[in-house]
């Protein structure tokens, strides 16, 4: 499976004061990165570089054994993966390889450091557009109890809610309530905005009837991971913080997904994740569950085969595939990430397909740019398979779906109410791309202009 690419070739833009930093810093990573050579060039010591990626690969072989294996190979698998980075550690310390190894690796780390600065000068992110928003007279709030550990009680979610106006309805998860419902009915009885304190699977359910009747959203970070909440820029350290929006609010316009007529703010998957998900031990013992069932599933003795069509591309038979509310920054499935936008209109995909050990310690080695990986963008997605239901994780919940599962993005559908003092999303930059990194170091190619959002929180 080839990698796709997704990163726009375009001239950098910005101000030329930016450019020139940006130049500047390009030039400073191709140096660092030639003393890095260097430094091993001139000790003579090749070894130490050759040693270091055998190390990793070998890693990633023994890391893929463990996963696709059981008994012996397991175990083999896990100690490889252990030990072969230490053993390179201590082949460097008794050989005193270990000085040049630090040399060389602080060089790489500053030749990093100095190329991600300079391409994120380059593509400063311009955040979403915010509009002002008069506070809701009649909000609702959705609460589940038991989310994120008992976040609603711990918080007093519910009563700080209360005092600022809020009606909330705590979800009575003995009787397996129907959050849509409870929605609706709220919508019917004057609501004029819809929020959720749970995790990201409620809270596209919610989002689908606020967008549905053009109210606006809101999001309290009671959840576990909270991975909208991050992405719109919430405090998720303290949940109480959400509910500022109810008060001193800004609305934001962001792109809300659609899988098979069911809305999803987050992502959905398809292939191992999704099935193992699907085992009613998952909750309770992730860990032991997802090491049970991988050796089937990466060697295609179980689960479904898939194939995807993504706009007018064909992805055939990925283990996994990911498809998501705008895409990541990142397609490296070992870095995880976020989203810098949420209001581009498109789908981000990543599919990934490991056949062997080789493969794997590519993957350890190459990250997003392995072959075994690959990133598109997208505006549908199309998954089919000969089976009569696909197993499908859309937010974290399991679900089975009859194909062909549709992936679709309805742009700036919903209105999502935040906090105008929140903490942001920390800006996460792409992989370095050391050719555009050169470009850039040595290009004279003058700078078109581009017209920057503009923002109105005031």
């Not at 959050?179 to 919508?187: D, E, F, G, I, Y």
């Not at 949940?239 to 959905?268: I, K, M, Q, W, Y």
């Not at 498809?323 to 990541?328: F, Q």
Request: hydrophobic share 45%; charged share 20%.
């Amino acid at each position: 499976m080839n990698v796709t690419r997704t990163t726009s070739e375009a001239e950098p833009r910005g101000s030329g004061r930016e450019l020139r930093a940006a130049r500047s810093l390009a030039r400073l990573a191709l140096l660092c990165l030639a003393g890095a050579v260097a430094f091993v060039a001139t000790a003579g010591q090749w070894a130490v570089l050759v040693l270091g990626l055998v190390g990793l690969g070998l890693a990633g072989a023994g890391l893929w054994w463990a996963l696709a294996h059981r008994g012996p190979a397991r175990l083999f698998g896990a100690l490889l993966a252990m030990a072969a980075p230490v053993a390179v550690l201590v082949l460097y310390a008794v050989s005193g390889l270990w000085v040049v190894a630090m040399a060389s690796l602080a060089s790489w780390t500053a030749a990093l450091a100095c190329a991600r600065s300079a391409l994120r000068r380059l593509r400063k992110p311009h955040g979403m557009h915010s509009r002002s928003a008069r506070p809701p007279r009649r909000p609702v709030l959705i609460m589940n109890p038991r989310s994120g550990g008992g976040k609603v009680g711990r918080f007093d979610l519910v009563e700080r809610a209360q005092a600022l106006g809020a009606r909330v309805i705590l979800l009575d998860l003995d009787t397996n309530p129907d959050p849509v419902a409870l929605a609706r009915q709220a919508v019917a009885e004057g609501a004029d905005l819809l929020g959720v304190a749970g995790g990201d699977g409620t809270q596209a359910l919610v989002a689908g009837v606020a967008a549905e009747h053009g109210l606006p959203f809101m999001v309290v970070t009671a959840g576990t991971r909270n991975h909208f909440a991050m992405d719109l820029g919430l405090d998720r350290e303290n949940p109480a913080n959400s509910l500022d929006a109810l008060t001193d609010g800004v609305e934001l316009r962001v792109d809300l997904g659609d899988v098979s007529g069911r809305p999803f703010v987050n992502t959905v998957s398809f292939g191992t994740y999704a099935e193992i998900v699907q085992s009613p031990d998952y909750r309770d013992a992730k860990a032991a569950t997802a090491l049970d069932q991988l050796p089937d599933l990466l060697a295609g003795d179980a689960g479904t085969t898939l194939e995807a069509r993504v706009d007018d591309k064909e992805l055939h038979a990925p283990q996994a595939l990911l498809v998501s509310n705008n895409p990541y920054a990142r397609a490296d499935p070992l870095a995880g990430g976020r989203r810098p936008r949420l209001d581009s209109g498109r789908l981000g995909v990543i599919a990934v397909r490991v056949e062997g050990a080789a493969q794997a310690a590519e993957v350890v080695l190459l990250g997003e740019r392995a072959a075994g990986i690959t990133s598109l963008t997208a505006r549908q997605v199309v998954v089919e398979a000969e089976e009569e239901l696909i197993a499908v994780a859309v937010d974290g919940e399991a679900l089975t779906l009859p194909p062909p599962v549709v992936c679709t993005v309805r742009p700036g559908a919903l209105r999502v109410r935040v906090p105008r003092h929140r903490p942001g999303a920390p800006y996460v930059a792409p992989s370095v791309d050391w050719r555009r990194v050169v470009r850039l170091a040595f290009g004279r190619t003058p700078v078109p202009t581009e017209k920057k959002q503009e923002h109105s929180d005031a």
